[in-house]
């Protein structure tokens, strides 16, 4: 047994599914996004994850519900066998019967005629037609008005977009041989003149409607339809129940199924192509979602769901088994070609071309105009055979444009156009480099320099002269099972793993690495094929198939196709391109559609909300995304809904109260919380799409939890204001004397700073007399005298700063600059200075504490410089204020300190400065709780000799009033 011809994968929704019964009699989508089901025990909303049945119990007039229309207010209308109406208040959540049904009930008398039209207009004017009783109009009060058009056979008239139908009976039986109709539409009138087909086929019942396709009118008299344009051509479906406008094309349902007429107003009604769709199901009513999915209501199979008309499957069987394919291909015929473990079959009869004795791995695949079959035995090609070859049996095969084809398994081959065959590889032919090989290889490619490549468990190799090599991969790609290689042109090597997705090698590198987290439907490659461009690859994995377009060497383009997108099943063994269509080979048969995948659409953002809330067993409705819950709650129980119909009722999704919290995953619609903590909360989720990737998570509630009592401010302001009232004067008592151990504690602060600074102004005068004391000693008493007034100047602004705790940057500078110049008349001019300053004017009016840098440019000068061969630089750094946070930075071309270090110059001159300066920033960081620091860095070559020394310090500044 097998199928023959290509079918829409489907799903039906049945009594398990929760309807109340199979005989369903429409379906609609309304504007807020609801699936609506009628049967014949009541009717359903479904929200993506769960059906509600709705019955005379929540305010139907009768279980039996014929069809729905939606106002303008958005009320969901209910127009039930026995005419009563009744609509679903979407602001009540509830149903709410038409209070002047009473009347509808005398309208209709005995007269249960079971088509009826129905509308609504701006005024909540109601309109109402049943049979050959008129149109009855009632107002928003109750007052009626009935409509009849006593001499016209059969009218339609335009009332807010719906053509409400009227006809009789007994004047239409007067006109056998013609068939009038009459359009009212704005006040004007219009006359249909249709032959006796009509009457000859219908006359019994005459059911009429009236509807537009883009523009098109077509009217339907029960199984007859008519362009209202060209009335003399007759449609005749047998069986008609209903037919509905869907853009440019018309869908008729029958008790045989559902026939697509494609793009009316291009091709005209009788012209139509067609489509038919679940033959042999007795379908009612049809909707296209906004997701483009179809839904089908039927009398008794309950309803039928397809992602899309445009993807196509067919079982295969075997033994009265399903089988699944392992091979697709194409002839020149256009004839399809599958294999599985029986054999080799065509497709359009299932005829066997091959057939094995034994179960094994089958291929089949296509060289020219010949089409490749497996065999076991050894025997040559038959070259008189110009149909048909068969070859060793192979894993893998790749075409090496229609000249010669590559194929796998323990060996590899080449077989040419002419029917010879080169064995390129043999594993069974000793090689000592081979012995940790597996057996056979999965895949097999060659470049345009007529490089082979095969991968298998071991990685990829380059096979050459017989042997192979996998030295010239990254381990990236040797260390990783490789199921598939493809190669292009434009891309270089394609390699597909199992487990780390694709891999892109070119020019010796890997240009780009595809994964799951990329947008992959799966790391685990089964196999892969590039198309004719270069740059477009298809993918197959057992979660569905993956088409990737390249950009460039970097970006790649994404669409994802899944069973949730028509697929039979997501378990894809091999992908056939063939001109503007794909070829799947899966677990469940085979699969085609078009290659462009036009059918898919780009997901709809947002898709899954909250319907309802249940707090502590309350209901609760949002009319924003925004919750506030009393302190006492425990339950918080939210229903949510989904417009993502492909996912049939399992949508995944993952939700987190916080940016912080990890994720919680379900599947079931519904999010629980117990006994949260007061606080805000914001609810964010993200769910799966039906292309298999997380959307980008979204807040769907904001939830505040209010405190209790004893969480709140108020409490804490009473607490203190009683504990204030006990016990005032302890209070008094001990913040009198924090402030005094305060006020201590700064006293003491300032006086450890001042010593500190005195320890350092000796230090500082000590070394510039030993200066003066040499150049007496060597009789330069110019010299001498000129230092002494420069130190005299210096000494006066050391003594004007010391008193402060605080000087101004340009102070410090000046200072320093003093301290430099001294210091190079010492060091009679064997070093140079720079000072740079990119701070601004106003800039350096701001505070610092005193001598924090000097220190380091005596340590520079003194130990940097000392026994230094060259000419000494030194250059001070004043950049731009960051944050209030002045950075200077000191640098010399001195010895360094490891040198220092090895000549024992640190302990001849211990740097008292710098000691006193790590004190003193000890004591700066407590007493303004700023980041004092400083970071001294080793200057080399590229030989790693020392080449000076940089200091890097960090000082916060200040602004005084």
């Not at 069986?239 to 199924?257: A, Q, R, S, V, Y």
Request: proline share 3%.
């Amino acid at each position: 047994m097998a199928q023959t011809s290509w079918e829409p994968a489907y799903r039906t929704f049945s009594i398990k599914e929760g309807l109340p019964s199979l005989e369903t009699y429409f379906v609609y989508q309304g504007k807020h996004g609801y699936i609506w089901f009628c049967t014949d025990r009541g009717v359903v909303k479904y929200d993506g994850f769960k059906m509600e049945v709705l019955t005379t119990k929540n305010g139907l007039p009768d279980n039996v519900i014929f069809w729905i229309y939606e106002d303008h207010k958005g009320r969901i209308w209910f127009i039930s066998y026995n005419g009563l109406l009744s609509y679903y208040d979407s602001e009540k959540h509830r149903i709410i019967k038409y209070k002047y049904n009473h009347l509808i009930s005398k309208y209709i008398g005995n007269n249960l005629y079971p088509h009826k039209t129905f509308s609504v207009d701006k005024d909540d004017n109601v309109f109402f037609s049943s049979g050959n009783n008129g149109i009855l109009k009632i107002d928003p009060k109750g007052k009626t008005r009935l409509i009849r058009f006593g001499r016209d056979p059969l009218t339609f008239n335009l009332i807010n977009g719906t053509y409400l139908s009227t006809f009789n009976i007994q004047l239409a039986r007067f006109h056998r041989e013609v068939f009038r109709a009459i359009i009212r539409k704005n006040g004007k009138l219009e006359f249909v003149t249709f032959n006796s087909k009509a009457y000859k086929y219908n006359m019994q019942s005459l059911l009429c409607e009236l509807k537009v396709v883009n523009g098109v009118r077509i009217l339907r008299i029960q199984d007859c339809f008519y362009d209202i344009d060209h009335p003399e051509k007759t449609l005749y479906f047998p069986g008609t129940t209903g037919f509905f406008p869907m853009k440019n094309d018309l869908w008729i349902t029958t008790l045989n199924g559902t026939h697509r007429l494609k793009n009316i107003p291009e091709n005209g009604l009788a012209s139509a192509p067609r489509q038919h769709l679940l033959q042999g199901f007795r379908v009612s009513a049809v909707l296209k979602d906004r997701e483009k999915g179809l839904w089908f209501s039927t009398l008794d199979k309950g309803i039928v769901y397809m992602p899309n008309s445009i993807v196509r499957n067919i079982s295969v069987f075997g033994q009265e088994k399903e089988v699944d394919v392992t091979h697709i291909a194409v002839d020149r015929n256009k004839d399809v070609f599958y294999s599985n473990h029986l054999g080799v079959f065509r497709l359009k009869d299932h005829y066997p071309v091959y057939t094995a004795n034994h179960i094994s791995r089958n291929s089949v695949s296509r060289l020219g105009n010949v089409l490749l079959l497996p065999r076991v035995t050894k025997e040559p090609i038959d070259l008189k055979d110009k149909k048909y070859w068969r070859v060793p049996v192979s894993y893998d095969n790749f075409n090496e444009n229609d000249t010669s084809m590559l194929t796998c398994a323990s060996m590899v081959i080449r077989i040419h156009q002419n029917g010879d065959i080169d064995t390129l590889y043999d594993y069974f032919t000793p090689r000592k480099n081979d012995k940790n090989l597996h057996h056979f290889f999965e895949t097999v490619c060659s470049n345009d320099k007529g490089e082979v490549f095969v991968g298998n468990a071991k990685g990829l190799f380059l096979l050459k002269n017989g042997l192979l090599d996998n030295s010239i991969f990254p381990n990236k790609i040797r260390n990783n099972r490789v199921s598939c290689v493809r190669y292009s042109k434009e891309l270089g090597l394609v390699i597909g793993t199992r487990g780390e997705g694709i891999y892109v090698y070119k020019d010796g590198r890997i240009t780009n690495h595809i994964t799951s987290a990329n947008g992959l439907v799966s790391d685990q490659i089964n196999t892969m094929q590039l198309e004719k461009n270069g740059n477009t690859c298809w993918i197959a994995t057992n979660s569905g198939v993956s088409k990737l377009f390249f950009i460039g060497n970097k970006y790649a383009r994404i669409h994802n196709v899944l069973n949730a997108n028509g697929l039979a099943t997501n378990e894809v063994n091999y992908i056939c391109l063939d001109g503007d269509l794909v070829f799947l080979a899966t677990k469940k048969g085979i699969s085609k559609f078009p290659a462009n995948l036009s059918f898919l659409i780009n997901p709809l953002k947002k898709q899954v909300s909250v319907k309802e809330l249940t707090v502590d067993g309350k209901i609760i409705y949002l009319k924003s995304p925004y919750l506030e819950v009393s302190s006492d709650s425990k339950m918080i129980h939210l229903e949510l809904r989904s417009t993502n119909y492909k996912s049939l009722g399992t949508q995944h999704y993952k939700y987190r109260l916080s940016a912080t919290d990890k994720w919680i995953y379900g599947n079931d619609g519904s999010i629980d919380f117990y006994d949260l903590t007061s606080g805000e909360y914001h609810l964010e989720l993200s769910y799966l799409n039906d292309n298999g990737m997380w959307q980008k998570p979204y807040g769907i509630l904001k939830l505040h939890k209010r405190p209790k009592f004893v969480e709140t401010i108020w409490f804490y302001i009473f607490l203190v204001l009683s504990s204030f009232l006990l016990a005032f004067v302890f209070f008094r008592i001990r913040a009198v004397q924090i402030n005094r151990q305060r006020k201590y504690k700064r006293l003491i602060e300032k006086l450890e700073q001042k010593a500190l600074l005195a320890q350092m102004n000796p230090h500082f005068i000590f070394n510039s007399l030993n200066s003066i004391q040499s150049f007496l000693v060597y009789n330069e008493n110019d010299l001498a005298e000129k230092y002494l007034q420069m130190l005299s100047q210096l000494i006066r602004m050391t003594l004007n700063n010391s008193r402060e705790s605080e000087v101004t940057i340009r102070q410090e500078i000046d200072v320093l600059t003093k301290y430099v110049q001294l210091e190079k008349m010492r060091f009679k001019d064997r070093f140079d200075f720079e000072f740079t300053i990119a701070l601004t004017h106003m800039e350096l009016q701001n505070y610092i504490p005193p001598m924090l840098i000097q220190p380091f440019v005596e340590n520079a000068i003194i130990h940097g410089f000392k026994g230094l061969e060259i000419p000494g630089k030194l250059e001070v750094n004043f950049s731009k204020l960051v944050e209030n946070r002045l950075m200077v930075v000191v640098t010399d071309n001195g010895i360094g300190y490891q040198s220092k270090a090895a000549n024992g110059l640190d302990s001849e001159h211990k740097s008292y400065g710098m000691q006193i300066t790590s004190e003193r920033l000890s004591l700066f960081r407590e007493k303004y709780d700023a980041e004092f620091d400083f970071v001294i860095e080793k200057l080399t070559d590229e030989d790693g000799k020392p080449t000076g020394t940089k200091v890097m310090i960090l000082i916060p500044v200040f602004i005084k009033d």
